[in-house]
């Protein structure tokens, strides 16, 4: 396993905010030396969970494959957007299915959460209720979390563009970088 990190946004919504900030904080830790890849689960199609669907064909390869993923890389960061005061669907299917393969393996040595959201916010709410299901599965999180709020404004054309912005992503991957020692 190497001291690489999986950057997972929850949202495959072409111009996704969480995307864009993915795709930022892999940018900036690989600018701090730190290999970083960016996972799209549009490449990893998973049904809505169904436990008879479970029952008659198994888990999906999609599912499979997503889980050898995750053990292949020391750190996670999961980019959730915030719906209804909660995770998105994609992302909570997709931890699901995961957890039907074997749920320890998003108990990465460095798990941290990040979200981006158009409210004030940041997508704060959502980012608690992804901290209650790790703490249920055991995933040990980091204390330090990213949350960009007004992401409308501040991502222009999937770049952020804002300097505030940019200090509290770079302090994000500062403690990422760091908890690796
Ligand atoms: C069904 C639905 C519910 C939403 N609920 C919230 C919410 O509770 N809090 C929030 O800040 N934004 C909420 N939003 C707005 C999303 O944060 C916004 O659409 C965001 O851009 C989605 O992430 P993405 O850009 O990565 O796809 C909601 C959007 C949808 C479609």
Redesign the pocket.
Known sequence: MADSVLVM???T?A?????ALGAAIVDRLVGRGVAAEFVDLREFPLPLFDPELEAADGVPAAARRLHDLLARHAGLVIVT??????I?TLLKNTIDWISRVDRSVLQRPVVALAS????S???A??RASLRAMCDHMGVGLLDRELGLAR??EVIVEGVIDDGQASAEIDAFVAAVAEAFG
Request: without cysteine; charged residues 10%.
């Open positions: 946004p929850g949202s919504r111009g996704s905010h969480n995307a957007p915030e719906y209804n005061g909660s998105s981006a959201s158009p409210s916010k940041g997508g709410t959502g992401s409308h």
